[in-house]
Nanobody, 119 residues
Framework: QVQLVESGGGLVQAGGSLRLSCAASGRTFSDYTMGWFRQAPGKEREFVAAVTWSGGTQYYGDSVKGRFTISRDNGKNTVYLEMNNLQPDDTAVYYC????????????WGQGTQVTVSS
């Protein structure tokens, strides 16, 4: 089992930046691919970004490419999401998630952190 706790959400004006953090505990952090999803009111949960166990490969959803950067620090058991040039459409609850190395699928989720972008 792994427990995930997000932080760093808040209210920001359009064009601004935020950095989300997700602290993991419970199992060997480097065994997991880590990711971020988001869900806006009335919409389905959307893939945002993911990073492999070493941090060497990142994946991004089309709507955030070029603006968001995912990274991880295995020494701190933490994954980050740097969000730049935020727009009102980025308003959502952002969830941290983990996929175990030998168990396909996002099996672990945090409680979410709210990001609100004002125009």
């Amino acid at each position: 089992q792994v427990q995930l706790v997000e932080s760093g959400g808040g209210l920001v004006q359009a064009g601004g930046s935020l950095r989300l953090s997700c602290a993991a505990s419970g199992r060997t952090f480097s065994d997991y691919t880590m990711g971020w999803f988001r869900q806006a009111p009335g919409k389905e949960r959307e893939f945002v970004a993911a990073v492999t166990w070493s941090g060497g490969t990142q994946y991004y959803g089309d709507s955030v490419k070029g603006r968001f950067t995912i990274s991880r620090d295995n020494g701190k058991n933490t994954v980050y999401l740097e969000m730049n040039n935020l727009q009102p459409d980025d308003t959502a609850v952002y969830y941290c998630t983990a996929e175990a190395s030998h168990t396909p699928g996002w099996g672990y989720w945090g409680q979410g952190t709210q990001v609100t972008v004002s125009s």
